[in-house]
T-cell receptor, first 109, second 114 residues
Framework: GQNIDQPTEMTATEGAIVQINCTYQ??????LFWYQQHAGEAPTFLSY????GLEEKGRFSSFLSRSKGYSYLLLKELQMKDSASYLC??????????FGAGTILRVKS | DVKVTQSSRYLVKRTGEKVFLECVQD?????MFWYRQDPGLGLRLIYF???????EKGDIPEGYSVSREKKERFSLILESASTNQTSMYLC?????????????FGEGSWLTVV
């Protein structure tokens, strides 16, 4: 089976940096995804890691450690529009994509 | 642009009714998924399919079935809808191989069972 854990909620201030952690245990591993989801909308892709290390894309970065079963999403220069749910997902062998429960991020001014 | 289209955005059905949720993708993807999303529980995988006529159970298949007769279409079927199946249903697709950023979601179908 699989287990993906991430914090339920986080609050941060506009302009700050926030790190959302995710730990996973899966049956095989074929990559780790981060998605952003605003209320009432479908998830949108943020990042994909399959090798250890940091992937940077503008204000967002994602890190993966396969040996530790650990990933984080780093959001810099927070904006109010970054208030959303952030979903960590792992792809197991056989293309089975499983999600954590999501982290609700609230950005305050 | 890749498009994943879910046939119904909002549905209201009665307990015991048979419900079909349709999903169509236009990028020749091998893999298709059905999830339901409930507050505090995230996206839970119901079924997925890696090829035509192939299906695999996800984590919560009970009360659901699926059909993949054509590569572009993946249907979720609720044989006898119950109130605990009131939820938002999301379809997704991706190609086989390095998935990278190539997993696409539909807009979601909000189902209410009364």
């Amino acid at each position: 089976g699989q287990n993906i854990d991430q914090p339920t909620e986080m609050t941060a201030t506009e302009g700050a940096i926030v790190q959302i952690n995710c730990t996973y245990q899966t049956s095989g591993f074929n990559g780790l995804f981060w998605y952003q989801q605003h209320a009432g909308e479908a998830p949108t892709f943020l990042s994909y890691n399959v090798l250890d290390g940091l992937e940077e894309k503008g204000r967002f970065s994602s890190f993966l450690s396969r040996s530790k079963g650990y990933s984080y999403l780093l959001l810099k220069e927070l904006q109010m529009k970054d208030s959303a749910s952030y979903l960590c997902a792992a792809m197991e062998y056989g293309n089975k994509l499983v999600f954590g429960a999501g982290t609700i991020l609230r950005v305050k001014s | 642009d890749v498009k994943v289209t879910q046939s119904s955005r909002y549905l209201v059905k009665r307990t015991g009714e048979k419900v079909f949720l349709e999903c169509v993708q236009d990028m020749d993807h091998e893999n298709m998924f059905w999830y339901r999303q409930d507050p505090g529980l995230g996206l839970r995988l119901i079924y997925f399919s890696y090829d035509v006529k192939m299906k695999e159970k996800g984590d919560i298949p009970e009360g659901y079935s699926v059909s993949r007769e054509k590569k572009e279409r993946f249907s979720l079927i609720l044989e006898s809808a119950s109130t605990n199946q009131t939820s938002m249903y999301l379809c997704a697709s991706c190609p086989t191989g390095l998935p990278g950023n190539t997993i696409y979601f539909g807009e979601g179908s909000w189902l209410t069972v009364v």
